[in-house]
């Protein structure tokens, strides 16, 4: 079956999740983030003019500010132009479908679309809908799928621990409504993790994690033993239907990453959280603003990372 990311040279076209994906076309992006990453630090001017002229659409169905921020960042360092599209006030709340909404931006000469959505699959409806000029980047759909999120996750692990064939890396916390998690997976194994744990209680599982290729822990201190690298995720709450846990509290005690816990870790462990961070929920404030946390630093990669997926879709740099 064709990959819909992928154009008839086998060049990715859009980018909506990193199941798929081979492990080159990943490296390509990681590599070419590392030319990107001191555009801000290095240059009096911040600006690169590799997307001039080209103009990118950010269509947040809704709402994130961290996210939409660095592909806004991203897409100016480039020297594109940006229209951030406010759907609270657009013809999408007063009954406009989704891909009207897309053929009138079409209209307006999209170049490139960033869209988060609520619905699972709503980048991939889009990419099947527009032109072959078009690109479609998939910056959360649903329960889906969150390719950037998770490649910059994974261009963080590199830049800390140089490589991936010899890591254990442990996942925690709401793995059955994370999108980041379902795409931090795929990329991990991908990239040759030999060793992705997922930690977690029962009820916050899908049913069939085990097929994904990861080792399940219930016990918070059992998973962590040894790894060297702690992905913590946020609690979707807005995601879950009825009482899947006794209360936040609770969850915290069993499976709140604190410093004790942390300790079963390797002492040079990585602590990685893609936000926003429930403080006292999922992480203790002492291990987030710790010495081996390195949550801030993936927010910095986060735009080299998405200002590398742009230009290789737009096939320049």
Same mark, same amino acid.
């Not at 990715?12 to 590392?34: N, P, V, Y």
């Not at 963080?156 to 980041?180: C, M, P, Q």
């Not at 998973?223 to 239907?241: I, K």
């Given at each position: 079956?064709?990959?819909p990311?992928?154009?008839?040279?086998?060049?990715?076209?859009?980018?909506?999740?990193?199941?798929?994906l081979s492990?080159?076309?990943?490296? $390509?992006? %990681?590599?070419?983030a590392?030319?990107? +990453? *001191?555009?801000?630090?290095?240059?009096?001017i /911040?600006k690169?003019? &590799? @997307?001039h002229?080209?103009?990118?659409?950010?269509?947040?169905?809704?709402n994130?500010?961290?996210?939409?921020?660095?592909?806004?960042?991203?897409? $100016?360092r %480039?020297s594109?132009?940006?229209v951030? +599209? *406010?759907?609270?006030?657009?013809?999408?709340? /007063?009954?406009?479908? &989704? @891909?009207?909404?897309?053929d009138?931006?079409?209209?307006?000469?999209?170049?490139?679309?960033?869209?988060?959505?609520?619905?699972?699959?709503?980048?991939?409806?889009?990419?099947?809908?527009?032109?072959?000029?078009?690109?479609?980047i998939?910056?959360?759909?649903?329960?889906?799928?969150?390719?950037?999120?998770?490649?910059?996750?994974m261009?963080?692990?590199?830049?800390?621990?140089?490589?991936?064939?010899?890591?254990?890396?442990?996942?925690?916390g709401?793995?059955?409504?994370?999108r980041?998690?379902?795409?931090q997976?795929?990329?991990?194994t991908?990239?040759?993790?030999?060793?992705?744990?997922?930690?977690?209680?029962?009820?916050?599982?899908?049913?069939c994690?085990?097929?994904?290729?990861?080792?399940?822990?219930?016990?918070?201190?059992?998973?962590?033993?040894d790894?060297?690298v702690?992905?913590?995720?946020?609690?979707?709450?807005?995601?879950?239907?009825?009482?899947?846990?006794?209360?936040?509290?609770?969850?915290?005690?069993?499976?709140?990453?604190?410093?004790?816990?942390?300790?079963?870790?390797?002492?040079d462990?990585?602590?990685?959280?893609?936000?926003?961070?429930?403080r006292?929920?999922?992480?203790?404030?002492?291990?987030?603003?710790?010495?081996?946390s390195?949550?801030?630093?993936?927010?910095t990669?986060g735009i080299?990372v998405?200002?590398?997926?742009?230009?290789?879709?737009?096939?320049?740099?």
């Amino acid at each position: 079956m064709n990959n819909p990311q992928l154009n008839k040279h086998g060049e990715l076209q859009h980018l909506l999740s990193t199941e798929g994906l081979s492990a080159s076309i990943l490296f $390509k992006i %990681l590599d070419k983030a590392d030319s990107f +990453l *001191n555009v801000a630090e290095g240059r009096e001017i /911040k600006k690169l003019p &590799l @997307l001039h002229g080209i103009s990118i659409f950010n269509i947040f169905f809704e709402n994130s500010t961290r996210t939409r921020t660095t592909f806004e960042i991203a897409a $100016k360092r %480039l020297s594109a132009d940006v229209v951030n +599209l *406010n759907i609270s006030s657009s013809s999408a709340s /007063k009954g406009e479908s &989704l @891909l009207d909404t897309v053929d009138n931006l079409c209209a307006m000469h999209a170049d490139m679309f960033v869209v988060r959505h609520a619905q699972s699959g709503a980048a991939h409806l889009i990419a099947r809908h527009v032109a072959p000029e078009i690109h479609v980047i998939n910056a959360g759909d649903g329960r889906h799928a969150h390719p950037t999120q998770a490649l910059l996750d994974m261009f963080t692990i590199r830049y800390y621990k140089k490589e991936f064939h010899n890591l254990r890396v442990a996942i925690v916390g709401d793995i059955l409504h994370s999108r980041v998690a379902r795409s931090q997976i795929h990329a991990l194994t991908t990239l040759g993790v030999p060793e992705v744990r997922v930690i977690a209680p029962k009820t916050l599982l899908p049913g069939c994690v085990d097929k994904l290729g990861v080792r399940v822990f219930h016990d918070l201190a059992a998973g962590l033993r040894d790894v060297d690298v702690v992905m913590m995720l946020r609690l979707q709450n807005e995601r879950m239907q009825g009482a899947i846990l006794p209360s936040a509290q609770e969850y915290f005690k069993y499976y709140g990453l604190t410093q004790e816990k942390l300790a079963l870790a390797r002492s040079d462990a990585i602590v990685m959280h893609p936000g926003p961070m429930n403080r006292g929920v999922e992480i203790d404030s002492s291990v987030a603003d710790g010495a081996q946390s390195v949550i801030l630093p993936q927010v910095t990669f986060g735009i080299a990372v998405r200002m590398a997926v742009m230009s290789t879709l737009a096939g320049v740099g």
